[in-house]
């Protein structure tokens, strides 16, 4: 049955050449694990290599945008000093947080590009406060300010449910055989790194 909801049928795009970093936090995780995962399942499948995938982590939702922004910093002070010869051990030396560390370092101690697009992905969870209000608003704010300001894409993977069901049904977890929304995230990272090239 066709949908009405969803992007429709996107080109297809390859993803080879692109780097691209997924910033999740931890809250709620046995849903967060199932929408990285599908995430990185249509990464990988559109060509992103293993090696330039990156995935960092941050308490909650709410630290969300200072750890894309960090990541994605990190990741462009690193291609600016590999390309001007101080090595990544160099930089890894004089940078302390573990943020930096795994935004410039490659399994190979190769230099890297900065990253093509990054996919914040969290789950907040409607309470009896107005907690997830505030934060699901600074969030989406958050978010949509580093991706303008830095002029990389920032895909929002921020799932904002009354209840854990709502969670598990979009990480594909439910009962109503809802796919999981990760992988939505996954081909709209490959998308929008793509088209950045060209819109540069
Ligand atoms: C505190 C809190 C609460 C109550 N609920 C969630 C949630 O449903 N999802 C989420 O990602 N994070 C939650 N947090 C944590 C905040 O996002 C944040 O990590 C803390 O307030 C510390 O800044």
């Known amino acids: 049955m066709t949908t009405i909801k969803g992007p429709g049928a996107a080109p297809t795009y390859d993803g080879s050449g692109l780097r691209v970093a997924i910033v999740h936090a931890r809250w709620n995780t046995a849903i967060i694990e199932q929408l990285v995962a599908g995430a990185k399942k249509t990464l990988l499948a559109a060509g992103v290599t293993e090696d330039n995938i990156t995935i960092q982590t941050v308490p909650g939702s709410y630290e969300l945008p200072f750890g894309v922004q960090r990541v994605y910093a990190a990741s462009q002070l690193q291609a600016s000093s590999s390309a001007e010869g101080i090595s990544a051990t160099d930089l890894l030396s004089s940078s302390t947080t ?36 505030y934060i699901a608003d600074a969030v989406s704010h958050g978010l949509m300010r580093v991706q303008l300001d830095s002029g990389v894409p920032v895909i929002f993977g921020l799932l904002t449910v009354l209840n854990e069901e709502q969670g598990l049904e979009r990480a594909g977890l439910g009962k109503s055989g809802m796919h999981n929304h990760g992988e939505d995230w996954g081909q709209a990272a490959v998308e929008l790194g793509s088209k950045r090239r060209d819109w540069t």
């Open 98 to 133: 573990d943020l930096s560390k795994s935004a410039t370092q490659s399994p190979s101690g190769s230099p890297k590009k900065p990253f093509d697009a990054i996919i914040a992905i969290g789950v907040l969870i409607k309470g009896a406060t107005m907690h997830f209000e």
